[in-house]
């Protein structure tokens, strides 16, 4: 099976973002890079390390902290931005549940991933950041696709896929008027194999939950579901151990897992390519509705 692998990164891709990166920075007075310690946003990093090289990135991550992160996470955040010396602001959601503006769910599907729109909002508010790099790809989720490079959010934050702007050759339009901002998507128009095969050719370090490890699980839905002390779980749900790994990261109470053996990059890779299913199969946010990501996204969501 690794034969028939293309392991080739198409470099038009790190060009194009590259060059959305640099348009930010020139179009925009107080840009942010929103850093969740996933895949993509690793990748984010790395673009935006070259973008600006010899220079030091011109703008600070924004990590919007649920408190129901997986802990791996967390420390490959820290390790991160100690080791490139990066600028970080961290807005939690606890402290927006503490001050009314959310409230907890409660349930067994209960979960604060919507919660963090309300954080994330405040922090963009508080910072008069004017455009929010993300790393969001067509490719993931079809409201996603739905998304220009230079993604329009009106004074409130919302997103009216009616507003978006045409983009033509290659021509980024970064004017706004007071109030609004804008969500930028460099990696857009790049696949989840592209994002790994980028990791692989760039030898980026990633969180370890990406690899096949043993961990405590329960079955719910027909889903493999992390457990923590954050997850609601029924008498029935009896945690078990089994090795698995995360296509994705998001809260420890929306992230399935899937079971595999997949334990260096070439093996993701290799069973990324007979995957069935897209990444955000494993994103139990995304299985609320019909329309879960694009109602989260019309409220200001990432």
């Known amino acids: 099976m690794t034969n028939k692998i293309n392991w080739e990164f198409p ?7 590259i060059y959305i990166l640099r348009e930010t920075a020139a179009q925009f007075e107080k840009p942010v890079l929103l ?22 990135i011109p703008f600070a991550l924004l990590h919007v902290d649920t408190g129901h992160n997986f ?39 209960a979960s604060r991933n919507a919660l963090q729109t309300v954080t994330l909002l405040d922090a963009i508010e508080e910072g008069k950041f004017d455009a929010c790099i993300g790393g ?15 993604s329009v ?18 021509i980024l339009n970064g004017k706004i008027n007071i109030g609004e901002n804008v969500r930028v998507f460099p990696i857009s128009n790049w696949t989840e194999l592209d994002v790994w095969n980028y990791i692989r050719r760039e030898g ?16 719910r839905d ?23 790994r995360f296509r994705t990261v998001g809260d420890m109470t929306c992230t399935a897992a899937v079971i595999s053996e997949a334990d260096k990059l070439e093996d993701i890779i290799a069973e990324i390519m007979e995957a ?10 995304d299985k609320r509705s019909e329309a879960a990501m694009e109602k989260r996204k019309q409220a200001g969501y990432f």
């Open 222 to 244: 027909g889903l493999y579901w992390p457990y923590s002390s954050f997850l609601n779980t029924t008498a029935d749900e009896i945690p078990f151990r089994q090795k698995v």
């Open 71 to 109: 802990p791996e996470t967390i420390e490959f955040r820290d390790w991160l931005v100690d080791t490139l010396g990066l600028d970080i602001i961290v807005r939690n959601v606890q402290d927006s549940i503490n001050q009314g503006k959310v409230q907890e769910e409660t349930g067994k599907y």
């Open 204 to 219: 980026l370090r990633i969180p370890s939950i990406y690899f096949a490890h043993e961990r405590e699980i329960i079955e």
């Open 153 to 170: 959010r009106d004074e409130f934050g919302q997103w009216n896929a009616k507003m978006q702007r045409p983009e033509l050759f290659d």
């Open 276 to 285: 069935k299913i897209s990444e955000r199969g494993a994103r139990i946010d």
């Open 35 to 56: 850093f969740s310690g996933g895949k993509d946003s690793i990748t984010l990093v790395r673009l935006a390390q070259k973008a600006f090289y010899p220079g030091k």
């Open 11 to 17: 470099q038009a891709l790190e060009d194009e973002a």
């Open 136 to 150: 969001a790809r067509r490719d993931e989720e079809k409201a996603r696709a739905k998304e220009r490079i230079f």
